[in-house]
């Protein structure tokens, strides 16, 4: 591989590593936790070996009870190293033959393979003189769990995985079933090797090989050529070493390993998040969750509170002032709902009732629908987190509310600008009444003293002072009528102006507990799917 391409291949590996870890961090919290676990291990993994040793292609030799592995590895190694007995399983530790530059040690740390060896040229093997490491690894299938255990971390570190199985053992379920098979995904790093063809007539040779690359398309490994080779004769063996050499000399097979392993954690983290996208918050829901909310601390109540209010002030200052007096015994409604300022005095609380049974769960029941609605298409996960993030402000809503009610400015201490006009001239109407009656008064005091009485002035033959008195008495009276007219209409459009501020401040909580929750988790939910596809990129 040129430089430039190894460059490139480093660079796009460093993107989907990071945009998996972006996937696994938005995942927190909303998918499963061992999913979750698994994926931080392969970053781990990645993160460390991207640390180590550049120079080195680790490449682990795997195999079952009997399949010749430790055979296998003398031969491509040139040496007699690794332990080979009738007794099995044979290997019990990992060993490591190396050849290269310097710097292998930390590689080998992280590796945790303590036995170590330095090998000598090998023809085909080590010819361009690059760092490799050879491991061979206990039997896959060990009746000792230690054994087990080192294989399975091993096989999640080496750079390339080398599958050995043996003529008696190549199609056993258990082998590709719980080893090959996972690892399909990491074919551009995997070579399978037939070992043991020695014990095959030669004309048995080829239908096995071609029996074993069938089964290996099925396990998803259909593109991994497979070579049969003999630990015992040599056969086969220059060819491996070659195809061995080949894929430390390209310096491929990290950066390789490690996409493979984030292509898988990628796919793990789709598969628990499961598929969907969700509806996402539209007009028509933030208007219907609005509205319950709205009816839920009955806003109407207010609305018709604000009404009647309006119709009794608009009535204490135009009323007919010989009557007004009476309407300053009714209690001002807003005042019962502490819902009036005075002056510049802030209202903090209402005095309506504490939300009930029957209001939480209308609430609640608003919220859900809203919850549904937004999270519909999403996978199970995620419609549970929006659902979660939708009610997460639960315990502080109805409080919310009642303040959202409370500091709305009603306009409750706003007069309409014909009530002082109104005012005006009912008591010039009520003094020019009560100037003829004093006149007609005067008129009668008089004549009662049989004293002379002048004659009053008249208008048509009525008398000014008869005249004052009905103009004003009249005039007061329409006045009065005319008022209380105009006071309904007012009076509407009052209420109509604090229902829509009312509903307003109701709609800036929804928002604020409800809906701005929502709508971050569903960009979560789109952030994750973005980074996931970022992590599956290549």
Request: hydrophobic residues 45%.
């Amino acid at each position: 591989m040129s430089r430039y391409r190894q460059a490139r291949a480093e660079s796009t590996l460093e993107r989907q590593l990071a945009a998996l870890d972006d996937a696994r961090e938005l995942g927190e919290g909303r998918l499963d936790d061992a999913v979750l676990a698994e994926v931080y291990g392969v970053l781990e993994r990645a993160t460390s070996r991207r640390s180590l040793s550049a120079d080195h292609t680790v490449v682990g030799f795997f195999g079952a009870t009997g399949s010749g592995k430790s055979s296998l590895f003398n031969a491509v190694s040139g040496s007699d190293t690794a332990r080979v007995a009738v007794r099995r399983p044979t290997t019990s530790e990992p060993l490591a033959m190396v050849w290269g530059p310097a710097g292998s040690a930390p590689l080998l740390d992280w590796l945790e393979v303590a036995d170590r060896r330095d090998g000598t040229p090998v023809p085909g093997l080590t010819d361009d003189g690059g760092g490799l490491v050879l491991l061979d690894l206990p039997d896959f299938d060990s009746i000792q769990l230690s054994n087990r255990r080192t294989v399975e971390r091993l096989a999640g570190q080496v750079d390339v995985l080398v599958w050995v199985v043996d003529p008696q053992k190549y199609a056993d379920a258990a082998v590709h079933n719980d080893f090959i098979r996972p690892f399909s995904t990491h074919a551009a790093v995997t070579l399978v090797v037939l070992n043991q063809v020695d014990k095959l007539a030669p004309s048995e040779v080829k239908p096995v090989l071609e029996s074993l690359e069938s089964i290996l398309d099925r396990d998803g490994l259909g593109n991994v050529a497979v070579s049969g080779v003999s630990a015992v004769t040599g056969q086969g063996i220059p060819e491996l070493r070659r195809r061995i050499a080949a894929v430390v000399k390209a310096k491929a097979a990290k950066s390789a390993r490690l996409a493979a392993d984030v292509s898988v954690a990628a796919q793990r983290l789709a598969e628990a998040s499961g598929e969907g996208e969700a509806a996402g918050v539209h007009q028509q829901e933030r208007k219907a969750l609005a509205a319950a909310l709205a009816g839920a601390v009955h806003v109407e109540t207010v609305v018709s509170a604000v009404r009647s209010s309006y119709r009794l002030d608009a009535t204490k200052q135009t009323g007919w002032p010989v009557t007004r007096w009476l309407s300053r015994f009714r209690k001002d409604p807003l005042r019962r709902l502490s819902l009036r300022r005075e002056g510049t005095a802030e209202v903090n609380r209402t005095s309506m009732p504490p939300a009930g049974a029957a209001e939480l769960a209308q609430i609640d029941s608003s919220v859900r629908d809203f919850a549904d609605a937004a999270s519909d298409g999403s996978s199970g996960p995620w419609r549970a987190s929006i659902r979660a993030a939708a009610r997460n402000n639960r315990e502080r809503l109805p409080d919310a509310l009642d303040q959202a009610v409370s500091g709305t400015d009603l306009k409750a201490n706003t007069r309409a600008w014909w009530w002082p006009v109104f005012a005006v001239i009912q008591w010039v109407a009520l003094l020019v009444a009560v100037g003829g009656l004093l006149w007609l008064g005067a008129l009668a005091a008089l004549g009662y003293f049989q004293m002379p009485v002048p004659e009053a002035p008249k208008v048509e033959d009525w008398p000014v002072p008869t005249l004052m008195v009905i103009a004003g008495v009249v005039l007061g009276i329409f006045l009065a009528i005319t008022s209380k007219f105009l006071a309904m209409a007012g009076a509407g459009g009052r209420a109509a102006q604090a229902r829509r501020r009312l509903r307003e401040s109701v709609t800036e909580v929804a928002e604020d507990l409800v809906v701005t929750p929502v709508e971050a988790e569903i960009a979560q939910h789109r952030a994750f799917q973005e980074a996931l596809e970022g992590a599956r990129a290549r």
